[in-house]
């Protein structure tokens, strides 16, 4: 049996016509969806809205439908502003899973709070003495069901698709913190975007970096220790996978340090790019 050909899923704001800026009430969300094979082409940037890939999660419901908006209604994507794909519960990643000398290792995971989730265009914030800061771009895996005690068998039924993460890392709070919440769950420190990709082949895809325009050294996800239904396996062997969950998977590629004024640029082939700036944090204490 063929599979279906890849679609693209994301989670949108509505934009005013006339000043681009955002007309939705706090919270809002749609989902659209686009078929086209060139993500360019104008085929790629004309979106149906569709009802939410999540219907089993209240984080990612649907906002109630404005004119223009309704389920099978085509806007341009002029129209919209892309969010992170998802509201997840919960943000996964995997701690050394480069080639060989990762899968020598028992598999590890680590977590990075919901809380850090941006999307794309959204800034990446530095706070004040966080020392040197490395962006990392990942392969991210979008679940689409409740999954628990997946086997290699079915594993990817729990696969909604794949996005982009950037696994922001603060290294000087990583080599003090064993657990790396304080160095991987700050604000801000998980970009993911621009969108979700169904029926990607994902075993050998280009994924890497650039800093201010210029590329970093890439690699593939061929590179990765432990495969995508190898993951999800282990992390499904003692929690409970959630719809929206994001479970980002390594980074091959090589980094560099960023500061605020940088551009990161996150790639994976068959995805696209995720962009997001760099700024200083504000002061604690300061206005919101």
């Not at 679940?143 to 922001?168: C, H, M, P, Y």
């Not at 890439?218 to 969950?245: H, R």
Request: hydrophobic share 40%; glycine share 10%; net charge negative.
């Amino acid at each position: 049996m063929t599979p279906p050909p890849p679609r693209r899923i994301a989670r949108v704001r509505p934009l005013s016509p006339a000043t681009g800026a955002p007309v939705s009430l706090p919270g809002e969300q749609f989902f659209v969806a686009n078929d086209a094979d060139d993500f360019a082409s104008n085929a790629g940037t004309q979106w149906t809205v569709i009802d939410t890939p999540f219907p089993d999660s209240p984080a990612n419901a649907s906002s109630t439908a404005r004119t223009g908006w309704e389920p099978g209604a085509r806007v341009p994507q002029d129209a919209f502003t892309f969010l992170a794909p998802s509201a997840p519960a919960n943000v996964l990643g995997m701690a050394h899973n480069t080639g060989q000398a990762g899968r020598d290792l028992p598999a590890q995971a680590f977590h990075k709070a919901a809380t850090s989730v941006i999307g794309p265009g959204d800034a990446i914030e530095l706070a004040d003495g966080v020392g040197t800061v490395e962006p990392e771009a990942e392969l991210t895996v979008v679940v689409g069901r409740k999954a628990k005690g997946l086997t290699l068998g079915n594993a990817r039924t729990a696969v909604l698709g794949f996005t982009i993460a950037n696994d922001v890392t603060a290294r000087d709070a990583q080599k003090t913190d064993d657990l790396w919440l304080s160095a991987k769950s700050q604000d801000t420190f998980t970009p993911a975007g621009p969108w979700i990709v169904t029926g990607l082949e994902d075993a050998d895809l280009p994924v890497g970096i650039v800093h201010n325009g210029i590329g970093l050294l890439p690699a593939s996800t061929a590179d990765l220790g432990w495969k995508v239904d190898e993951i999800l396996v282990y992390l499904s062997s003692f929690m409970t996978l959630y719809p929206g969950d994001l479970v980002l998977t390594g980074f091959p590629a090589a980094t560099a340090p960023i500061r605020p004024g940088d551009t990161v640029t996150c790639r994976v082939g068959g995805i696209g790019e995720l962009t997001n700036p760099v700024r200083a944090a504000a002061a604690p204490g300061s206005p919101a």
